[in-house]
């Protein structure tokens, strides 16, 4: 017999586990679905930590929701017996002329009145002793961002949406949607759910499930390795260095890497953001060192900029970015079937506002309305080739 739920969340990631709370706690019969057990290892999340960050180098248009999520997140911690968030604050620098990615992080700081501190090469050096900052570089420092344990928040948000009274379907594979008029039916590899009303959150997968509901987006997954090295400890610990984001010139673009400092012993945490080299999610290798580049740039960087953090390799991993043409992420209503809700493509740089996106979908999911300007998130903007069927 086929049950039947108000709302199917297909992808109980980050996204999709915050929008399965936040209508839960409303009295609404949701079901979470996804082909894993979450807090897993299948999105850009892994790796336990993923950086909060509010002077957006990637647009001010990001300023206000990166606001709200940190005060989600805040919320979230009270309500858990989890650590959901660390104040190591935040730096990001890069060429003074050949930085876009810095200098539109400063100016949104400005713009919002946040607490940025604009700093030279040679601040930066005094400042944290562990940096080889060039003097033809600068960036800034903010206080008030840091890290958030990633698999903490999806793990608070799976409990809370379960003591609300969410049902939950792991491990099952959606093998496809069918969206009528007034309902959709999931069929999945256990069997077939139907709702009135849908939320697909897939992350890699999004791109697959929405060509199920005649929608093509132009959501391309990327392998994206990050890797822990051995470091000097009193240089690079978390009491003492912050999170981090350099833009570096390569060729006729611009590298951007990103990383963390080390907690207990764990290592310097490092990633670079740019790759962009299409994979099929389900196919990938996710061998960390199987290609050639996946220690080599992060050693790279490592050994220009924060040589004393280049120590042995103790651990890498393979994670996967959803990228859009544009980096932006698409957040809307399917365009034929308004009960169909989507959240797709956040391209590397979405988890710090899964609270805030959980929030978006429930209410987008409720009224077909949200308070935030989501705008610059809709599927029909100017640039973002698509399809509907």
Known sequence: MTKHYDVIVAGAGSMGMAAGYYLARQGVKVLLVDSYHPPHDQGSHYGETRII?????????YVPLALRSQELWNELEKKSHHKIFTQVGAIGFGHKNNAPFIDEAIASG???????????????????????????????????SGILFSENCNQVYKELAIHHGAEVSFYNPITDIEAYED????????????S??????????????TEKVGLRLPLVPTRQPVAWFEANEDLFNSNVFP????????GDT????????????????????????????????????????DQGHLREFLDQFMPQASGALKKGMIC????????HFIIDKHPVHSHISIAAGFSGHGFKFASAVGEILSQLTLTGETEHDISIFKWNRPGLHKTVN
């Open 53 to 61: 960050r509010h002077a957006y180098g990637e647009g001010r248009e």
């Open 110 to 144: 400005k713009a919002y009145g946040l607490n940025v501190e604009h700093l030279t090469g040679e601040q930066l050096r005094e400042r944290y002793q562990g940096l080889h900052v060039p003097d033809d570089y600068s960036g800034f420092f903010e206080p008030n």
């Open 183 to 194: 309902f959709v039916k999931v069929i999945s590899e256990k069997g077939i759910f139907t």
């Open 196 to 209: 009135d009303k849908l939320i697909i959150s897939a992350g890699s997968w999004c791109g697959k499930l």
């Open 243 to 250: 999170v981090f984001m350099v833009e570096v010139p390569s």
């Open 254 to 293: 611009r590298a951007i890497y990103y990383g963390f400092p080390t907690f207990n012993g764990c290592g310097v945490k490092v990633g670079r953001h740019d790759y962009i080299n299409a994979i099929d999610p389900d196919t990938m290798n996710r061998k960390f060192g199987s290609e050639e580049e």
């Open 320 to 327: 996967l970015y959803t990228r859009t043409p544009d980096g």
